[in-house]
């Protein structure tokens, strides 16, 4: 365990951490604080500092990471949410089996493979209607999920299983700063390549987040772009300017989660006049 006596004791940890118990050290206060570190980003901060892989070098870059670059104190997820995500992905795994299932029945040419394919394939439709239900019930049994759900309903293109997605993956957006944050959590913002003159890459979805996240809100995202006002008039912009279709879905994508992260974070439903195609 490292000590200190001058400030409180930061610690750094990849991937899933379990931490139970506090002591004070020394007499002073330095109950350690836990923190949750981004694989990549200790990765690259290793690149920086080692060359080697040892388990005391390990610690001390964690050690070094946690104080030069003092993460945001990690939080648990509450079991509501916890259950939720659970589901959710359970069905997100389920529809891309019925994809899959649909595609091989497309490619089949055999009766009898077909006819047991699409006997699979109506078991899973029933899954997923069955999990849908639970989803639903679920929300609407915690008070707090189920007024979130309703005001991400509010921001036309949102349905409900995208509004459970967008909450179970999302999280509390009270562990955001800004709207920018909760994009970026996403893989959302723009990521640029560039080097002298010479080097001039289009921008891209940085890509580095919630993968989960961006599947949720892509075809919510091409349906926004038709009946949401605000990100109706953002879409038509950017064609004006040249953009891509596929760059236009992108910026619709987080302008999306850019809306959802307002409602949440405020409370309040989606307002339009707030949202003038910017």
Request: hydrophobic share 35%; net charge positive; with cysteine.
């Amino acid at each position: 365990m490292l000590r200190t006596h001058c400030f409180p004791l930061y610690v750094a940890l990849v991937g899933l951490l379990l931490f139970s118990g506090c002591r004070t050290y020394g007499g002073y206060d330095t109950k350690p604080k836990t923190y949750a570190a981004l694989q990549k980003a200790v990765q690259s901060f290793e690149t920086e500092l080692t060359r080697s892989k040892t388990d005391k070098v390990d610690a001390r870059l964690l050690a070094r990471f946690g104080r030069r670059e003092e993460p945001s104190p990690w939080q648990p997820a509450s079991s509501d949410q916890k259950v939720l995500k659970e589901m959710t992905r359970g069905l997100q795994s389920l529809k891309k089996e019925r994809d899959r299932l649909k595609n091989q029945i497309e490619q089949s040419s055999n009766p009898t493979v077909t006819e047991s394919l699409q006997s699979v394939l109506e078991s899973v439709n029933e899954q997923i209607d069955r999990i849908e239900d639970r989803i639903d019930g679920h929300v609407q049994s915690c008070r707090g999920l189920a007024r979130k759900q309703e005001l991400l309903e509010t921001i036309p293109g949102i349905g409900s299983t995208t509004a459970a997605l967008v909450l179970a993956e999302l999280g509390d957006p009270e562990r955001f700063e800004s709207a920018r944050q909760a994009a970026a959590y996403g893989g959302l913002t723009p990521s640029h390549y560039e080097s002298g003159s010479s080097v001039h890459r289009k921008p891209r979805l940085s890509k580095v987040g919630s993968s989960r996240l961006r599947t949720a809100l892509y075809f919510p995202a091409i349906s926004a772009l038709r009946c949401n006002a605000a990100i109706e008039a953002f879409g038509e912009r950017l064609a004006e300017r040249g953009k891509e279709k596929m760059v236009i879905i992108g910026a619709a994508m987080r302008k999306l989660l850019h809306i959802c992260y307002g409602v949440l974070k405020n409370g309040t439903p989606f307002d339009a006049s707030l949202h003038p195609g910017t």
